[in-house]
């Protein structure tokens, strides 16, 4: 088998792992299995436009809004399609924010909202709490995202500065009923953690943020109304009661790759964690033959260059396997399945044995966190375009 039918079969793998997360799909099995008699649709997320084209059709002749990302925000007859700033928070998410507020206050004990949340919904639904600028919140999200700090990590934070995370959503809409169908980008699929939770309850509180903030030494860097409001008093955590679905995830994407490759051995555990240590973890399970695996990982900013988790962790391998000294011909694919990793146009990488010597010092690349600029050069940019939907990272790594 040649380089160039490896590269193609990874790719075929994983793209039916983005197959599997639908979101119209998905949405529509959820509500033929559990209807929903829903007065108003609120979608947010990278998923969000093809989640609601399914509840429309499922629940005609009913407002829809709809919050996402710029690559997924084409009109769709029926709903107000809002594009927002990913993954850094903009004034046109904040105009959705107030939107998405003003027709939840607008409800009442006998209606009944449909919540469509997908990954991306974090940045791209910012509602600060008062005394909070959007200014400060999108300095907090630059800060946390270049921290290494995890998910989990971040979420928490970014709810304790948020009027409609961590359940605030169910506050506002309050005392009408509340079904949200959930696309999870999630590690584990803690719900809280989805867009930072909207219909869930909070993951900690004002005081754990601060410990996390403190613990990634970016603290004092915070700006000073976030310090001010993380340093006060914890308001109640109890929030009104929603039907949660989880409809779609990552661990579901990687048995649809599995189901194509029985014989292909899978991680078990989600890989997550530094990049780097991630690819030694990869390259000590995989064995000759066809390798898969989902997870997210983090990478710590120390350079100006531009890439992404799933760019760098596909170098950082490429860079292992030359170490182990492995046979030539093997092939790796590390994405994302939304379509997008980090501010690039690129899904991740799609590398090979003879990548690094496509690429002019690669080590400076990788110190300065250039891994789009490593991976152009070598034509092994992963390009795919917005997907419509987001569950996190998949891998595939082929050796003979």
């Known amino acids: 088998m040649t380089i160039a039918t490896r590269r193609a079969q990874a790719r075929a793998l994983f793209d039916a792992g983005v197959a599997a997360a639908d979101p119209v799909a998905a949405t529509t099995r959820a509500l033929v299995q559990s209807p929903v008699p829903a007065t108003l649709i ?3 997320g990278k998923a969000a436009r093809g989640m609601a084209q399914a509840a429309m059709a499922a629940c005609p002749n009913v407002p829809c809004l709809i919050v996402t990302n710029d690559e997924n925000a084409a009109p769709l007859a029926g709903a107000q399609v809002m594009a927002a700033g990913h993954p850094v928070p903009d004034e046109r998410g904040a105009r959705a924010a107030d939107m998405v507020i003003a027709a939840l206050e607008g409800v009442g004990a006998g209606d009944h909202v ?15 709490v008062q005394g909070v600028s959007l200014a400060d919140k999108a300095a907090m999200n630059n800060l946390l995202l ?8 971040m979420n928490l934070v970014r709810q304790q500065l948020s009027r409609l995370k961590g359940g605030g959503l169910l506050r506002i809409a309050a005392p009408a009923s509340v079904t949200a169908l959930i696309l999870s980008d999630v590690m584990g699929d803690d719900l809280r953690a989805v867009a930072s939770g909207p219909t869930a309850a909070p993951l900690g509180t004002k005081a754990q943020a601060c410990n996390i903030l403190q613990s990634f030494d970016i603290w004092e860097k915070c700006p000073r109304s976030v310090r001010d409001h993380l340093s006060g008093v914890d308001t109640a955590t109890d929030i009104p009661r929603a039907d949660n679905h989880l409809i779609g995830a990552n661990p579901i994407s990687l048995r649809a790759m599995a189901a194509l490759v029985p014989d292909a051995h899978v991680i078990a555990d989600p890989i997550e964690g530094d990049v780097a240590a991630a690819a030694r973890v990869i390259c000590d399970a995989a064995a000759p033959g066809i390798t898969l695996w989902g997870g997210e990982t983090t990478v710590h900013l120390r350079g100006t260059g531009r890439g992404g988790r799933n760019q760098e962790l596909a170098l950082r391998i490429a860079l292992e396997a030359r170490a182990r000294g492995w046979t030539a011909g093997w092939v790796c694919l590390q994405g994302g399945t939304d379509g997008r990793d980090g501010p690039t146009d690129a899904a991740g990488g799609l590398v090979d044995s003879g990548t690094l010597g496509r690429i002019d010092n ?4 990788l110190a300065n966190n250039d891994s789009y600029a ?7 940019l992963l390009i795919t375009g917005a997907t419509g939907t987001n569950v996190a990272d998949l891998g595939v790594l082929i050796r003979p």
């Open 146 to 153: 270049a921290s290494g700090a995890d998910i989990m990590q």
């Open 114 to 128: 449909l919540v469509l949340v997908s990954g991306g919904g974090s940045a791209l639904l910012p509602a600060p």
């Open 42 to 44: 609120i979608a947010v």
């Open 374 to 380: 490593a991976l152009e050069q070598a034509g092994d």
């Open 362 to 365: 690669v080590a400076a690349l």
